[in-house]
């Protein structure tokens, strides 16, 4: 069973401009759910979305967005890239919704702001 | 404000030794507690998990102990070997948000 996959792996953008990364979750996992990881600030949750509706949203700005498809895939969106936007954004999948079910990660995105 | 306090940020242990690692919570709506290993250039993957209603759980090498008075828990893996070197945090999810709150992370370093 291939496990989750994220592209691209790395990034590199400039401030002001913005960024769109991909996750393609597990096959049958209909729950995926992002995260920054910094060395600062650790490991932060964005936000999950299951069946193509956000469930549950962190503590980010409204610049941090996402979107799911029909057939789970998601996407993220950071708008107006700040330098502190530099980070190793994972994304992770689960059967069921809720952050409850157990959640295999990608390997994720490492995204560097000039 | 960091909700789930993880120590010792870094430690190294040589092969065959006990590793253990401690978090301590604060908000007492936590009820699940996971802890995961990553490994360089990998994504974080599920290692135990335990739930307030247990004060242990163990999986091969690797044990949780759950201090709920104390609002402590704790990873052991028994005889430490180098294939475990890796960061491990632990976190805690709150009933009704789910939103995951994670320690800052260890440093796991076994010596041959």
Known sequence: KAGVTQTPRYLI???G??????????SGHRSVSWYQQTPGQGLQFLFEYFSE???NKGNFPGRFSGRQFSNSRSEMNVSTL?????ALYLCASS???GLRDTQYFGPGTRLTVL | QQQVKQSPQSLI???GGISIINCAYENTAFDYFPWYQQFPGKGPALLIAIRPDVSEKKEGRFT????KSAKQF????MDSQPGDSATYFCAANAAGSYIPTFGRGTSLIVHP
């Open chain 1, 17 to 26: 401009q913005q960024v769109t990364l991909s996750c393609s979750p597990i």
């Open chain 1, 95 to 97: 059967r069921l919704a």
């Open chain 1, 53 to 55: 509706t956000q469930r």
């Open chain 2, 74 to 77: 704790s990873l052991h893996i």
């Open chain 2, 64 to 67: 949780i102990s759950f201090n």
């Open chain 2, 13 to 15: 242990v040589q092969k």
């Open chain 1, 82 to 86: 700040e330098l502190g936007d530099s």
């Open chain 1, 13 to 15: 953008k400039t401030r």
